[in-house]
């Protein structure tokens, strides 16, 4: 039962251009949103989150958009630098269900290029 | 990352062996987490635990795996007699607990078991 979707597995951008990641939910509880972006070999590194209560959070080059009518959250990446060449998950958590169990999707693929 | 700690980064074990995976969380967490990618898979959530307590297993096999989170010392992830199925990234995840920001886990490099 896969609550949580990225329906693009992999996102080719030029450098400078900007990167748009997106992904969508089935389960109207969920209450919090991150995105975490993943080197082969490494752990997933928290890279910014949302409230249901708020439809945009913005941190440096990172924005994400929650449009809870269509449960549906973006990731806007400007500008796409080199560096941000890696797997990115969408991930989600309710707080009717035990806080910390984070739903993840399934991870979209970036490359930057030159 | 680097604030989460597990170890080993790499194991091989022979189906039926067990094996034993350690997350030590960030300073001042209190709440860990345990999730398993299997390849060109998304993680997928395992276990909660609090020091001393389990807070949600449901996505623990119901056999073979558990998990605990002593008073002292690091978080276990045990496996019995693995199988080749169990060949996966295991990650661990801690945060500081309470409201908000409790959401935001931070995640340890993983370990990788290879079962042969």
């Known amino acids: 039962d896969q609550q949580v979707k990225q329906n693009s597995p992999s996102l080719s951008v030029q450098e400078g251009r900007i990167s748009i990641l997106n992904c969508d939910y089935t389960n109207s509880m969920f209450d919090y949103f991150l995105w975490y972006k993943k080197y082969p070999a490494e752990g997933p590194t928290f890279l910014i989150s949302?409230?249901?209560?708020?439809d945009k959070n913005e941190d440096g080059r990172f924005t994400v958009f929650l449009n809870k009518s269509a449960k549906h959250l973006s990731l806007h990446i400007v500008p796409s630098q080199p560096g941000d060449s890696a797997v990115y998950f969408c991930a989600a958590s309710a707080f009717t269900d035990s806080w910390g169990k984070l739903q993840f999707g399934a991870g979209t693929q970036v490359v930057v290029t030159p | 990352n680097a604030g989460v700690m597990q170890n080993p980064r790499h194991l091989v074990r022979r189906r039926g062996q067990e094996a034993r995976l350690r997350c030590s969380p960030m300073k001042g967490h209190s709440h860990v987490y345990w999730y398993r990618q299997l390849p060109e898979e998304g993680l997928k959530f395992m276990v909660y635990l609090q020091k001393e307590n389990i807070i949600d297993e449901s996505g623990m096999p119901k056999e073979r795996f558990s998990a605990e989170f002593p008073k002292e010392g690091p978080s276990i992830l045990r496996i019995q007699q693995v199988v080749r199925g169990d060949s996966a990234a295991y990650f661990c995840?801690?945060?500081?607990?309470?409201?908000?920001?409790?959401?935001?886990?931070?995640f340890g490099p993983g370990t990788r078991l290879t079962v042969t």
């Open positions: 949302i409230s249901s209560i708020k």
């Open positions: 995840a801690s945060s500081p607990g309470g409201t908000g920001e409790s959401y935001e886990q931070y």
